[in-house]
């Protein structure tokens, strides 16, 4: 609903939003089960090495788990844009959102009892008021200036509150069977007898009986994962400020009306979404290098989790962009750009669960994803296009036209891997390859023990062909190295014809994008290191020394070939960088 109060120079709206939501969102992972074999052969014989699996208890229906909530959204805002002048106008208002809704995930008395609150947060009663500032400025007819300043807060939390519905620990569970190299088998409440039962004569249609014994046992279920939201969340939200300038210009010789222009964006974070996990605690141990080291609060072979949604402070951005763009009388169009981005955040929380944003996010602290450069932030970035329209016959036009990009790759951080389900190095669970590497001063690094002199050579020398050396000695930052540059041109062509019907025509059209990989298979390709962008060149493990567990680091190779080290590589993103060419009709009339 919206209302609008023309009076004077000054122009008021006054609008409110309201909106009821209703979820219901039956997603949980490894219903069916999530098999791993070691080999082809272990997999025709059906001898898996691990199962991870989840569903429903008792029931074992996965529907009986999903999340189910609603809530509404009430938005309340009021601007004024204000006519200073003829060549000043200023727009200020105040805009509100808050949530209201009944909903509450069922309450895990395990988890309470491990925290002292429930784990059953909710959207509802959160609000955020958003002030907004923002001018348009043109002294005189060639130049003209804008900008503005808030507090800006999009979207809905949606995904985040359902995971606290979906993983309440107590409608769900799951568990995590490995049978180790010696033969013994690990996991919470996992034995010889129902090890064996679950992991042999796997035939992939059913889920054996010993793991839904498992999977329902009571004391499992008690350290069943659980995904909780601080009682105390802020709804996201950031400060941003914008600044712009445009300047038509007289070249002379070159010409009138070259557009010059160019733009500011600043924006820190008030406040963002952050996880981690509950269920470990520092033990008082640090790895080599001066990390804390955790250990879970349950029992040692706990690989499950509490994760905990709560806010960061921590982000900002710096972009800036230089604009330059002319259109010539006989037909010719041409413009070019510059960006700079200085982007850094905390979590990037691109997952659509708690357990991943936690579990993959890259991390300085085991237990949470570290500050540094964002994995969004395309450092330099060079946009262009060029294109040519023409009334060669009659008024049919003809038209050629590029459109290019060339950009520095994605950033990627170098870390090492630790193949534990909840790793023997840092006592935290996640993605094996999350943990920011140690650079060694050399093959002589009192903190680093090798598998082998050959393999610490190898080693050594790839530190120093990647860059990797400027950090000899220090734990390498997040983000801190960007993949191959990029440059992409798409083609497009359109050609007006009559119909012989009044003053319709027809249009044929062909679009090349990527014509860059159609002249040269090797152009136009984007190769970066996969998602969530790292690099895992070792793997490690603690080395012991007298009362110390964690007194060296100990390397061994993440890639061989013949036992000794091979360099990870990169990745070529093959839909990316193929050409497509599409080509069609369009009549208009």
Known sequence: VQARLTRGNHDIRVFTDIQSAKVFNSFLQRSSGDYYFDSIADFMAGNAQRLRYANAVPSLVP????ARFSYQSYTFGAMDTWKLSSVLNVSYGLRYDMYGGHSRAVVNPNFVARYGFANNAFLSGRGILQPRFGFDYKPTPRLSFRGGVGIFSGGTPDVYFANSFSNTGVLTNSIDVQQLNNGTFSGVGVNATNGAAILTNVNGAVIPSAANALLTNASVSGTSTTNAVDPNFKIPSQLRATFSATYKADLGALGDDWEIGGDLFYSTVRNQVYFTDLRVRPNGTFT???RVRYSPITTAND???DIYL???KLGRSYVAVARLRKSFDFGLDAGVNFTYQNIKDQNPATSSTAG?????????????????VSNDEVKYSFKYDVSFEREFFGDYKSRIALFGETRIGRPYSFTFRDTAARSTTFGTIGTGTRYLLYVPTGINDPLVVWDNANNAALFDAYVNSTGLSKYRGKIAPRNAFNSKWFTR???HLSQELPTGIGNSRFTLFADIENFTNLLNKKWGQIREYAFPYTVSPVQVTCVASGNNPCAQYRYTPNQTSGGAFTAPTDTIYARQSLYAIRVGARFSF
């Open 310 to 312: 709560t806010n960061s």
């Open 356 to 372: 991943s944003n936690y579990a993959a996010g890259v991390s300085l602290d085991p237990n949470g994803p570290a500050y540094g």
């Open 288 to 290: 080599p290098d001066g």
């Open 303 to 305: 690989t499950n989790s």
């Open 63 to 66: 529907e009986d788990g999903a």
């Open 489 to 491: 041109i798409d083609l």
